[in-house]
């Protein structure tokens, strides 16, 4: 059985993710730094379900990424695919927005992937396995004051193809950039809530909805599917077509 690393796994995309996996075959180790996300996810879980982990780790710490690659292994023994989903975004003015404001950014969204893919490298290329970075649409076009998080997805884009170069054949490596993916519900207890979407919401984007978790989780496990072996530094937009849109004031 395959066991795959789900980074920020126990919200939002990460969480439909893990279900999906563990409901196709998968073991599944999740690694979450926000402990009360992670406790409650964990409580989801049947305690008997042997093909589940859940670890808190701080992915933007080298000691912590390190720890929870141990603790994989020595659950699963071994690492077939890692998904780099873990990711945070600060909404402010540039005058407001502070150095701490980019580094936490920069540290969890960007450096945090490569600390993980560093570390379950030598892993992955012994299963031929794969990398499968969560990027954005954000990487290629921007609203107002998200100078760290665009950033960090730009630098999230041009990893993947690095990786994908510098690890391959053994290992393939690509990135998924959603759009407006709908999780409010799917965050822990005290921030999930059913955000009210208008017609108008659905209707602006050329499939006619705004995205769902699952529209990602499925994206994942194409790319994960061995008999897709042929693909490797690409980006795949999820986006319902918003990207390709063009859009006058009329």
Not at 186 to 209: I, M, S, V, Y
Request: a neutral charge.
């Amino acid at each position: 059985m395959q066991t795959v690393i789900v980074t920020g796994g126990a919200q939002g995309i990460g969480r439909v993710t893990t279900q999906y996996l563990l409901t196709h075959g998968y073991q599944v180790a999740v690694w979450e730094n926000d402990t009360e996300a992670l406790e409650e996810f964990s409580g989801t879980l049947k305690a008997s379900n042997a093909k589940a982990q859940v670890i808190h780790c701080d992915i933007t710490s080298e000691t912590a990424v390190k720890n929870a690659v141990r603790a994989t292994l020595d659950r699963f023994r071994q690492i077939n695919h890692l998904i780099n989903n873990a990711a945070i975004m600060v909404e402010k003015p540039l005058d407001r927005f502070s150095l701490e404001d980019w580094n936490n950014v920069i540290g969890t969204n960007l450096t945090g992937p490569f600390l993980c893919a560093k570390y379950t490298a030598r892993h992955l290329t012994e299963q031929q396995g794969s990398i499968v970075n969560l990027c954005s649409t954000r990487a290629f076009q921007s609203e107002p004051d998200t100078f760290a998080y665009s950033a960090s997805k730009g630098g999230i884009f041009a990893l993947t193809h690095s990786l994908a170069i510098s690890l391959g054949p053994a290992v393939r490596v690509n990135c998924i950039s959603p759009g407006w993916i709908d999780v409010s519900a799917l965050k822990k207890k005290g921030k999930a809530r059913n955000e009210p979407l208008r017609p108008e919401d659905h209707a602006q984007h050329p499939a006619g909805r705004v995205g769902q978790a699952d529209d990602i989780a499925r994206m994942i496990l194409f790319l994960l599917d061995d008999a897709n072996s042929f693909i490797t530094g690409q980006n795949f937009t999820v986006d319902g077509g918003m990207t390709r849109k063009m859009i006058y004031v009329p």
